[in-house]
C-alpha cells in the first residue's frame, strides 16, 4: 500500500504526456476499495503536469 508522498514509476502510457517511466508523487488516498491514489507529475521546473488518480 502507498502512502502520501511516496515515489512511483509509470510502467505503462496513460491519459495525457505521461509515459512510461515517468515519475509521480502520491498526494492523496480516497478512501474507497481499492485505494485509488491522486498522483501528481511534475516537470524539470517542478511546475504540475498533470494530476491523475490511479488504483
Do not use: A, C, S
Not at 495525457?16 to 498522483?39: C, N
Amino acid at each position: 500500500m502507498l502512502k502520501i508522498n511516496d515515489v512511483i514509476k509509470i510502467k505503462n502510457n496513460i491519459q495525457g504526456d505521461i509515459k512510461v517511466g515517468d515519475i509521480g508523487t502520491v498526494v492523496h488516498i480516497f478512501d474507497v476499495t481499492p485505494p485509488v491514489y491522486e498522483i501528481e507529475f511534475i516537470d524539470d521546473q517542478g511546475r504540475t503536469l498533470e494530476m491523475i488518480p490511479l488504483k
